[in-house]
């Protein structure tokens, strides 16, 4: 859990957001964690990735993230989160990986922006 130790920031309407960005080839894999769990459950899957661009990041209310209250923990809610690491780091189609409660927001956001992801990763949803 170590390479999950200094997180940038990201500023979303009434939070922030938790971000975990490894630098590396493009496309990038962003990695999405499901409930109860945060960022930190990608550390291996992180190393096996090296040399492509990573991100991993916490979604409001979970792991580094702020938990504002009330936590807007819908699927619309986490879809922000998605949208706003997106457009902050300028990523452009990236492979969206989800596992477990994140299946819908990664389904959703795709469906919802076609033309912004490279393709998409179901683990356990």
């Known amino acids: 859990m170590a390479i999950f130790t200094h ?7 009434d ?16 990695l999405m964690h ?3 769990d945060h960022a930190f459950i990608y ?3 992180i ?14 209310g979970w792991g580094n993230s702020d938990k504002p209250s009330p936590a807007d923990a819908t699927s619309s809610g986490q ?15 990236p492979i969206l990986v989800a596992h477990d409660a994140s299946g819908p927001v990664v389904l959703n956001w795709a469906l919802a922006h ?4 490279g ?7």
């Open 43 to 45: 550390d291996r899957l």
């Open 79 to 93: 879809e922000l989160d998605l949208a706003t690491v997106v457009a902050a780091l300028h990523l452009t189609s």
């Open 34 to 36: 499901g409930f109860p």
């Open 15 to 30: 939070h922030r957001i938790a971000v975990y960005d490894f630098p590396g080839a493009d496309p990038a894999f962003i």
């Open 114 to 117: 076609p033309p912004f992801v």
């Open 119 to 125: 393709g998409n990763a179901l683990r356990n949803t």
């Open 47 to 60: 190393s096996a990735l090296a040399g492509h661009h990573r991100v991993a990041f916490d979604f409001r």
């Open 7 to 13: 997180p940038t920031f990201l500023g979303a309407p």
